[in-house]
């Protein structure tokens, strides 16, 4: 079955604490990107890849970090998470030999810093 | 800087009828639009997408309207099913192959039986 999963779903820590969220994909897509989900500000885009070892800012970098090493995993990395990084966060992956660009999103990590 | 606008946090609609969702951007570069779905607890999924080389692009009841010039998109449904109550985002790209999505913030519809 296609899919994108990340682990994992449910995370409680604590401010400043390292946490590594983890994203891997079966589809062999070249595309894989980080999203935050916050009320009222709709998905915004954290990091983006468009292949291994390529990797860009998308709008909200800022205090992620992310790394490409093998084409279907693109972990996220939160080196002194702080409150404000409380948020949904979705994974999702795509390719642009399917003619669409549709990007296909893991079911969500929710993320709370305190 | 909201780039990609989607005014109407919420509409509902009565199940068989039309549902049209309104989604607008301010920039000029954008030249590829989508549309997803998302259910409560899961990550969005895709509905149907659009180049700006086209102005309409259909999908079974889904089609999407694009006029550049008002720079402007809409997602029509018809005919309306309960399914189809969900949150929709419209999302642009400044070309297709480029990675880099820009969301709206979406529109949670509500089909009314």
């Known amino acids: 079955e296609a899919q994108v999963t990340q682990n994992p779903r449910y995370l409680i820590t604590v401010t400043g604490k390292k946490l590594t969220v983890t994203c891997s994909q079966n589809?062999?897509?070249?595309?894989m990107s980080w999203y935050r989900q916050d009320p009222g500000l709709g998905l915004r885009q954290i990091y983006y890849s468009m292949n291994v070892e390529v990797t860009d800012k998308g709008d909200v970098p800022e205090g992620y970090k992310v790394s490409r090493k093998e084409k279907r995993n693109f972990p996220l990395i939160l080196e002194s998470p702080s409150p404000n990084q409380t948020s949904l966060y979705f994974c999702?992956?795509?390719?642009?030999?399917?003619?669409?660009?549709?990007?296909?999103f893991g079911p969500g990590t929710r993320l709370t810093v305190l | 800087d909201q780039q990609v606008k989607q005014n109407s946090p919420s509409l509902s609609v009565q199940e068989g009828r039309i549902s049209i969702l309104n989604c607008d951007y301010t920039?000029?570069?954008?030249?590829?639009f989508l549309w997803y779905k998302k259910y409560p607890a899961e990550g969005p999924t895709f509905l149907i997408s659009?180049?700006?080389?086209?102005d309409k692009n259909e999908d079974g009841r889904f089609t999407v309207f694009l006029n550049k010039s008002a720079k402007h998109l809409s997602l029509h449904i018809v005919p309306s099913q309960p399914g189809d109550s969900a949150v929709y985002f419209c999302?642009?790209?400044?070309?297709?192959?480029?990675?880099?999505?820009?969301f709206g913030t979406g529109t949670r519809l509500t089909i009314i039986p």
């Open positions: 999702a992956s795509s390719s642009p030999s399917g003619g669409t660009l549709a990007q296909y």
């Open positions: 920039n000029s570069m954008f030249d590829y």
């Open positions: 589809m062999n897509h070249e595309y």
């Open positions: 999302a642009a790209s400044v070309n297709f192959g480029n990675e880099k999505l820009t």
């Open positions: 659009i180049s700006s080389i086209k």
